[in-house]
């Protein structure tokens, strides 16, 4: 049977995105437990689902990206959860910063929690509210 757009589109428009998650979900497990021989691993994350890491990078250099963040924004009355759209040299420090922290353990702590493999599909960069 040949499936056209059109036909997957309405498919997929029937189900619910949950459960196709979650069936990929349990697709990349299976497949990263043939290739590593393992599967999930106890990490920090499995209590909240979420974590604050200390020391991702040094603190002079996360104020200078704050500051730097903060003179992107356009308007100050909205500076609150406004998205920032960096200059092209701002991205590439901020992926090398994600790489970086990546190296240090942090994927190896992600890949445990979900118990496959991962990938980064984007980054939005935001300032956020004080909790």
Not at 83 to 98: E, H, S, T
Request: glycine share 10%; charged share 15%.
């Amino acid at each position: 049977m040949l499936c056209t757009d059109a036909a997957a589109a309405e498919i997929l428009g029937r189900g619910n995105p949950f459960e196709y998650h979650a069936q990929f979900h349990a697709i990349c497990r299976s497949i990263y437990a043939q290739v590593t021989g393992g599967g999930p691993s106890p990490t920090p994350l499995d209590e909240q689902g979420f974590g604050i890491i200390k020391g991702f990078m040094p603190e002079a250099a996360a104020w200078a990206l704050s500051e730097e963040f903060t003179s992107l924004i356009q308007d100050r009355g909205q500076a609150a959860n406004a998205i920032v759209a960096p200059p092209q040299a701002m991205r590439q420090r901020i992926k090398q910063l994600v790489c970086d922290t990546m190296a240090r353990g942090i994927a190896q702590l992600i890949e445990g929690h979900l118990g496959s493999f991962f990938r980064i599909d984007h980054i939005n960069c935001m300032r956020t509210q004080y909790s």
